[in-house]
């Protein structure tokens, strides 16, 4: 077996961001982005029946702000040929992705915030604090702090069901994404990339294969297949430009520092540098979605045994695991880890770190990559501005697992464990 994929490319028009401000109408010059907030502020407000309020922000690096209840950051993105169909299965009509060309900003990221615990419908012990700092210490923690950010800050309607105020953040977000890129249609890229797998001139190349783990729980800490959620997906083959092309979203906002993001799937570092040895160092055998953080032994045996075996049908040598979240789903990655290696390929896992050390481990996984420990502290920060919360540690040492994808376990930042 071969991973099968269609013949239509995907080109990634990327339009470089040096500046950003607002303005009356939303364009794209030389570089330059203005936006017109207020009618992306009112479009964005169509897709959210379930919220009282909706306000977008832009803040840059080097403000004194501190962003918190941080859900979600997207990378503004716009299907070229048809714009209304971008994040497909959530915005207009469900379209494959992966295909055609899509313009994306580089340099500006949208950032999704909700106070739950104000609104009543979680406690601070389900979700713990979740940071970007634009300045300071903990600026340095994120990928995010470092260039601009559209902040999307929502508040829940009174009464309104927890899954249909997510549903609306998301939507809208994903929206104000769109609205941001479309300045760019009709306009030169900085830069156009293909994402395809040409023919590879050496077969004895090493095929190497990639297992993206999920985890879909039900509101708040889901994530989405084409809208969807994935609560009880089986391990699937996924074109790999699909991910890239935003068919997965996230909705899960857990544990900040190991978060999955939907910028982390639409900018996969680890599918975008497979992508660019295939040919050279490697053959690319395709990515395997499958879920982490199951319930019972019995369930993570199953995936962990389905997904070293689509990576056995794959061609696959050697794999990549990645990793969802904390605690329970190591032993998901781990067990896939164990259940790769007995199917003869060799694999290497992504994993973060705490003070504690592993939360699980087996003799089989003897490489390991580690995204670093999520317990260390952040020097204290006073900022001048809170963004999403009255107070929010300001002053006070910060955890690393309260900064959002600090410790991403899908190759997507730089912090490792230093060594002993």
């Known amino acids: 077996m071969r991973a099968e994929y269609s013949s239509d490319p995907l080109e990634l028009a990327t339009y470089d961001v040096i500046d950003v401000e607002a303005g009356a109408v939303t364009a794209w010059s030389d570089r330059r982005l203005t936006l017109d907030l207020d009618t992306i502020t009112e479009r964005a407000r169509r897709f959210a029946p379930a919220v009282a309020d909706l306000a977008i922000r832009l803040v840059r690096p080097g403000d004194p702000v ?17 714009p209304d169909a971008t994040f497909p299965g959530v915005l207009g009509a469900l379209r494959p992705a992966g295909r055609g060309r899509t313009h994306r900003l580089a340099g500006l ?24 700092d634009m300045a300071g210490p903990g600026q340095a923690m994120t990928a995010w702090g470092a260039h601009p950010v559209l902040v999307v ?46 023919a590879v001139a050496d077969p004895d190349l090493p095929r190497v294969a990639a297992i993206l783990q999920v985890a879909s729980e ?32 996230n909705g899960a906002y857990d544990w900040p520092a190991v978060r999955n993001l939907t910028a982390s799937y639409q900018a996969s570092a680890l599918v975008r540098s497979l992508v660019a040895q295939h040919g050279t160092t490697l053959q690319f055998a395709g990515v395997v979605l499958a ?12 995936s962990a045994m389905q997904s070293a075996r689509l990576c056995r049908l794959l061609g696959a040598g050697g794999v990549v ?71 929010a540690m300001a002053g006070e040492p910060v955890p690393l697992w309260s900064y959002v994808g600090a410790c991403v376990q899908t190759g997507d930042f730089d912090l490792m464990a230093a060594p002993a």
């Open 66 to 82: 501190r962003i918190a209840n941080v859900l979600d950051v997207i990378v503004p993105d716009v299907k070229a040929a048809d």
């Open 218 to 249: 039900g509101p708040l800490v889901d994530t989405f297949l084409y809208g969807g959620a994935v609560p009880a997906i089986v391990p699937t083959v996924l074109d790999h430009r699909e991910i890239l092309d935003g068919a997965l979203t």
């Open 321 to 391: 695991c990645t990793t969802f979240s904390s605690g329970n789903s190591h032993t998901d990655t781990m067990l896939t880890v164990r259940a790769c290696e007995a199917e003869g390929i060799r694999a290497v896992a992504i994993i973060s770190e705490s003070n504690g050390g592993l939360t699980d481990h087996v003799p089989e996984a003897d490489v390991l990559i580690s995204t670093g420990n999520h317990d260390e502290l952040v020097d204290p920060w006073l900022p001048e501005d809170v963004l999403g919360a009255p107070h």
């Open 291 to 302: 879920l982490g953080y199951l319930d019972t032994s019995v369930e993570k045996e199953r």
């Open 109 to 132: 990221h949208v950032l999704t915030v909700c106070d739950w615990r104000s609104a009543g419908l979680t406690t601070d012990e389900e979700f713990p604090d979740s940071f970007v």
């Open 153 to 198: 800050s929502v508040v829940p309607k009174p009464g309104a069901a927890l899954g249909d105020v997510d549903r609306s953040l998301r939507t809208a977000a994903l929206s104000v994404a769109r609205d941001a890129a479309a300045a760019t249609l009709d306009r030169t890229p900085s830069r156009v990339e293909s994402f395809e797998l040409p």
